[in-house]
């Protein structure tokens, strides 16, 4: 099975401000991420408000997603990035035909 992590929120400082600490803290987590079994991230900025950010994230493991997203190191890294905690849900695959 195939799951989706959104995360949405507002960035601190500037979209290129944001844009730098968004890139370290991917540097900084990407491989453990990927052990854990996140195929994908992709990042997200409004075009009408460029400090509005969207990522969406690909994983093949229910259970170390729960196990990242609770780990208070990346909720440390996170306040670094967003105003405020952003909001983060989990989705998994409907089943139902797509294109």
């Not at 890139?23 to 400090?51: C, D, F, R, Y």
């Not at 990242?68 to 409907?94: C, R």
């Given at each position: 099975?195939?799951?989706?992590?959104?995360?949405?929120?507002?960035?601190?400082?500037s979209p290129d401000e944001a844009k730098k600490v968004h890139n370290?803290?991917?540097?900084?987590?990407?491989?453990?991420?990927?052990?854990?079994?996140?195929?994908?991230?992709?990042?997200?900025?409004?075009?009408?408000?460029?400090?509005?950010?969207?990522?969406?994230?690909?994983?093949?493991?229910?259970?170390?997603?729960?196990?990242?997203?609770?780990?208070?190191?990346?909720?440390?890294?996170?306040g670094k990035l967003f105003e405020g905690m952003p909001d983060i849900?989990?989705?998994?695959?409907?089943?139902?035909?797509?294109?």
């Amino acid at each position: 099975m195939k799951y989706i992590v959104t995360v949405r929120g507002m960035l601190k400082g500037s979209p290129d401000e944001a844009k730098k600490v968004h890139n370290e803290i991917i540097a900084k987590t990407s491989a453990l991420s990927q052990s854990m079994g996140n195929v994908a991230h992709q990042p997200h900025l409004n075009v009408q408000n460029g400090k509005e950010f969207f990522s969406i994230d690909s994983w093949d493991n229910l259970e170390n997603i729960q196990k990242l997203y609770s780990d208070p190191n990346l909720a440390a890294e996170f306040g670094k990035l967003f105003e405020g905690m952003p909001d983060i849900a989990v989705w998994t695959e409907s089943g139902w035909m797509e294109y």
